[in-house]
């Protein structure tokens, strides 16, 4: 059964780094998206791409987060500089169409220190 | 105001009890689409069910059944005949549309289910 594959499952950087997190989206899917859930809090939506732009993006969603497709299969999620509130579960999710269901991928852990 | 309430934020059940997860929603869209995932322990997040505005038949699949009443504004899920298994935090949501001919997902806090032997 297709999946959407997101790696590395377990990020740990520096405070101040920058870290690139990838999602494999299931391959007739359109429509692209992040979102984080900070321990034990809800699952915030960050950013959702289609036809290879930002369709809206959060208020989290500030500068120093970018989202890219740069081959056709992969979705990346980079922050440039990371703080300690960063530290979140990042799910990637992808939809063939409109009005389907979304199908998420296993998450990354990003731990900043 | 778009947002998802899970009032319930943990429940806790003996093996074979029947369980309600309780989510009421809010939305000034006519069109939307709620759904119910699952995040077990091992932290991914798991479809359930996604159920559209104008579709109020309830539904039931093995042991999951959900009912959406749209005079309330509620989707609620319940679980017969639970078990350890299901231990689990289970999300609603309201997909919207948004800005870029899109849609995204609005999520409520989460309910904690735990079942006990």
């Known amino acids: 059964e297709p999946e959407v594959t997101q790696t590395p499952s377990h990020q740990v950087t520096q405070m101040g780094q920058e870290v690139i997190l990838r999602c494999v989206p299931i391959?007739?899917?359109?429509?692209f998206y992040w979102y984080r859930q900070i321990l034990g809090q809800k699952v915030e939506f960050l950013v959702s791409?289609?036809?290879?732009?930002?369709?809206?993006k959060s208020e989290i969603f500030d500068d120093q987060f970018s989202v890219e497709r740069p081959d056709g299969s992969n979705f990346t999620l980079k922050i440039r500089s990371t703080k300690l509130e960063d530290s979140a579960m990042y799910f990637c999710a992808s939809r063939q169409g409109f009005n389907t269901e979304a199908f998420f991928g296993q998450g990354t852990r990003l731990t900043v220190v | 105001a778009q947002k998802v309430t899970q009032a319930q934020t943990e429940i806790s059940v003996v093996e074979k009890e029947d369980v309600t997860l309780d989510c009421v929603y809010e939305t000034r869209d006519t069109t939307y689409y709620l759904f119910w995932y699952k995040q077990p322990p091992s932290g991914e997040l798991v479809f359930l069910i996604r159920?559209?505005?104008?579709d109020e038949q309830n539904e039931i699949s093995g042991r999951y059944s959900w009912n959406f009443q749209k005079s309330t504004s509620s989707f609620n899920f319940t679980i017969t005949a639970s078990q350890v298994v299901d231990s689990a935090v289970y999300f609603c949501?309201?997909?919207?549309?948004?800005?870029?001919?899109?849609?995204?997902?609005?999520w409520g806090l989460g309910t904690s289910l735990a079942v006990n032997p």
């Open positions: 391959s007739n899917h359109l429509y």
């Open positions: 159920r559209n505005s104008f």
């Open positions: 791409f289609y036809n290879n732009e930002i369709s809206e």
């Open positions: 949501a309201l997909s919207i549309s948004n800005a870029g001919n899109n849609r995204k997902l609005i």
